[in-house]
């Protein structure tokens, strides 16, 4: 695989793959400025097959894998011949209903990923939030640019990641230059955080975390009410979440989340252990 | 036939597409929107929208959708 010259060159591979393409299948669906930025930063790899395209993207100490293919018998047959499958630590997510990833699935089984974790997305419409019990939110603030790296070992403390996609420093330190950073210090330390996107009438949780030290006390449900609070134009709220995580997901659903149907496997090669 | 605005109305019930220009921008669809949208777009009007044409361009407004579908055959 060689690096990505340009997104240019990205877009250009997707498109000779779609090109007459029966029933293309890809799980690559890139927001333009973060492929910009992949691309900028040498972190992104191609290689162009004619009826597959793969990518890979460097992230810590693996690579997330990406394909596009004219249809899952194509994917299967070019994926096999893909030196860097045996040869790099690898994950890659597939979204979408059960039954739509599971010849998908079986593909990528077969080139030696694994399943490693099932993620489900969980909706809210919007609409008022209840109101607090006992909680006080003054102490609520946006994220400052010197709390990049305390965001990020709360993170990298708090999630897995290989499944949970954690951000980079950069990204983190971009977030809290858009105010996408909630916070609640204790003393000086940061203490919880909640990290959102917003486009329009939607907003997704991306991270929402309390350090161990702090846990108990509300400062999650406080983050959470000021965030839903703060959006009150918003239309429809989403986050993923592992789907086994029973605790995780009665706390969404007393804000009102539900699953939506869609899900996200994550595999990983052989070199990622267990 | 069903309306462009009724098929989005049944996958994004919170919406009002009809006020919006570009459903991207304002959060209305994402890409695994999208991805929906096609395979009911191709089961409601019986035609295959061409890999090469799913891009977020033809999926930006009610009209934009309505010009993918005459290219893909459909009398509107």
């Known amino acids: 695989m060689i690096p990505a010259p340009a997104i240019g060159g990205v877009f250009d591979a997707i498109q000779q793959v779609k090109a007459g393409a029966p029933a293309f299948c890809t799980n690559f669906f890139p927001v333009q400025r973060k492929l910009l930025e992949w691309v900028e930063h040498g972190e992104l790899l191609v290689e162009n097959r004619g009826d597959a395209a793969f990518f890979l993207r460097q992230d810590r100490d693996f690579w997330h894998f990406y394909f596009c293919a004219r249809d899952v018998a194509a994917l299967r047959r070019e994926i096999t011949a893909l030196a860097d499958i045996k040869a790099r630590r690898l994950t890659t997510d597939l979204v979408g209903s059960e039954d739509a990833l599971r010849d998908i699935i079986g593909a990528l089984t077969l080139a030696g990923f ?9 909706t809210r419409a919007g609409g008022p939030t209840a109101p607090s019990a006992s909680t006080d939110d003054a102490a609520v603030t ?13 993170l990298e403390a708090g999630f897995d990641h290989i499944a949970d996609q954690l951000p980079l420093l950069r990204e983190i330190e971009a977030a809290i230059t858009a105010r996408q950073i909630l916070a609640v210090k204790i003393d000086g330390t940061l203490a919880a955080v909640l990290f959102f996107e917003t486009q329009g009438f939607t907003s997704s949780v991306r991270y929402w975390a309390v350090a161990a030290p702090f846990r108990s006390r509300r400062l999650g449900a406080v983050l959470m009410r000021r965030y839903l609070e703060s959006h009150s134009t918003v239309r429809r709220f989403t986050l993923w979440v592992v789907a086994d995580n029973r605790n995780a997901i009665e706390k969404y659903r007393h804000y009102g989340y539900e699953p939506d149907g869609l899900v996200d496997h994550v595999l990983v090669n052989e070199l990622i252990a267990e | 036939m069903k309306p462009i605005a009724h098929i989005l109305k049944e996958i994004r019930p919170e919406f009002d ?6 459903f991207m921008a304002d959060g209305m669809l994402d890409s695994f929107d999208m991805v929906t949208l096609v395979a009911t777009l191709d089961k409601t009007f019986g035609i295959s929208i061409p890999g090469t044409e799913i891009v977020p361009e ?7 959708i309505e010009a993918l579908l005459r290219k893909c055959g459909v009398k509107l």
């Open chain 2, 58 to 64: 033809n999926f930006q407004n009610i009209g934009t």
């Open chain 2, 17 to 22: 597409f009809t006020a919006s220009n570009d």
């Open chain 1, 114 to 122: 694994r399943p490693y974790a099932r993620l489900q997305r969980m």
């Open chain 1, 142 to 154: 946006w994220a400052e640019q010197g709390d990049g790296p305390a965001v990020l070992a709360l």
